[in-house]
């Protein structure tokens, strides 16, 4: 289904239908389970502090900086935070010491949210087949930033997450691909 290359990446996604045009995903962060969902009108990808927690990072950990406030649909402002993840895990993908943004998104609650929002950074970076017939995502990285997060500079954990320069996630590895 990649037919644009040789190497691709898979992942199964759930819940779509007419009612729930959503196109939600798991994907793994530090090895915990996130319920995602395919954003285009997020300009960046974004998690949830609850989910921030579960995979080991809250504001207050060693590294997290605060930076700034963020809004998306509607006048409701949250405190952002950006902190260094080991790991990001979607389908055959795994990148390395990913900086994300996380805030308490969705506080309003009521109805089943997400907990992270992959967003066009990560759109940009990839490109992408939807099979809706097979239930997955068939995509490729392109090139760039995976993850654009702005804001204030990390502290340097190791020296291999140490953040490239324009504040961008490192790439993902070429190895973690699937060959057809």
């Known amino acids: 289904m990649a037919y644009w290359t ?10 779509f239908s007419k009612e729930n045009p959503k196109i939600w ?9 996130i319920r995602a969902i395919l954003d285009t009108g997020a300009s ?5 502090e609850r989910a921030a927690a579960r995979a080991g990072l809250t504001p207050e950990s060693p590294g997290v ?3 700034g406030k963020s809004a998306g649909v509607g006048d409701d402002q949250v405190q952002d ?14 990148i390395k010491h990913v900086r994300l943004r996380f805030g308490e998104l969705f506080s309003h609650g009521g109805r089943e949210v997400p907990e992270m929002l992959l967003g066009l950074d990560f759109l940009r970076a990839h490109r992408m087949f939807v099979s809706h017939s097979q239930r997955k995502i068939y995509f490729s990285y ?3 930033p995976v993850f654009q997060v702005m804001g204030p500079r990390l502290r340097r954990v190791t020296p291999e997450a140490e953040p490239a320069a324009d504040g961008a996630s490192p790439a993902p590895q ?3 691909k699937k060959q057809p």
């Open 6 to 15: 040789d190497t691709y990446n898979e992942a199964e996604f759930s819940r």
């Open 25 to 33: 995903l798991k994907v793994l962060l530090n090895g915990e389970e």
């Open 44 to 48: 960046t990808s974004v998690i949830t």
């Open 65 to 67: 900086t605060r930076s």
């Open 81 to 94: 935070y950006i902190g260094v993840f080991d790991s990001f895990r979607l389908g055959d993908e795994e």
């Open 142 to 144: 392109v090139g760039g």
């Open 174 to 176: 070429p190895d973690d």
